[in-house]
């Protein structure tokens, strides 16, 4: 007599146990939920102020693949312009942090590409790149640019192996770290493609 009782006894346990796992379950699922940051797409005049930095970075990247410190110097002057003009203010933002974030990293940027140009190197020019590489790519993401599919590309041998990035738009790689030495050296780690809704 005493098991069917037990199991009885088990059995309420279980169930008492399981309707307040969703009673508990149901109170959580009622209370605020915690809203993502919301972004709605770009103004024109954002969008062309950041596809005028795109346009910069892409001239410093080739002027390293070529292994050109003057091109690389100029292009890095561009850069700092494109950088310290982009319209962080005509972002949409509901909370203001991506307008924040966005403009903290295009100064960070500068910076770099100011940092570039004092170099006399190519390879401190391209340690520095590998500095400005890192702060776009996460600023790309922060805007969630959508003018264009980006690539985010990677030689493991750059820095005697550390490794490094480096973005570009077409998927081919040509290597900024090594230029003729290592041309084709790396691989596409991500891509982005905010236009695609």
Do not use: H
């Not at 600023?139 to 640019?145: A, Q, Y």
């Not at 264009?148 to 030689?155: D, H, M, R, S, V």
């Not at 041998?157 to 790689?173: C, T, V």
Request: aromatic share 10%.
């Amino acid at each position: 007599m005493r098991r069917p009782v037990a199991l009885i006894l088990v059995l309420i346990a279980l169930g008492v146990g399981a309707y307040l796992l969703f009673f508990k379950k149901e109170k959580v699922e009622r209370g605020p939920k915690d809203k993502p940051l919301a972004i709605g797409e770009n103004t024109g005049s954002f969008n062309q102020s950041f596809n005028n930095l795109l346009t910069a970075y892409f001239e410093v990247k080739d002027a390293l693949v070529a292994s050109d410190t003057i091109k690389a110097n100029a292009a890095a002057a561009a850069l700092v312009v494109a950088a310290d003009s982009l319209k962080t203010d005509e972002i949409k933002d509901s909370s203001g942090v991506i307008k924040a974030t966005a403009k903290d990293y295009a100064g960070t940027i500068s910076g770099w590409a100011k940092g570039l140009i004092g170099e006399k190197g190519i390879e401190a020019k391209r340690s520095e790149f590998k500095m400005i590489s890192e702060s776009l790519w996460t600023l790309v993401r922060t805007v969630k640019f959508s003018g264009q599919k980006l690539y985010y590309q990677y030689c493991p041998m750059a820095f005697n192996d550390q490794g490094a990035n480096w973005l570009s738009k077409e998927r081919e790689i040509k290597n900024p770290y090594f230029g003729d030495a290592m041309l084709e050296c790396g691989k596409v780690d991500d891509s982005l493609d905010y236009s695609i809704k």
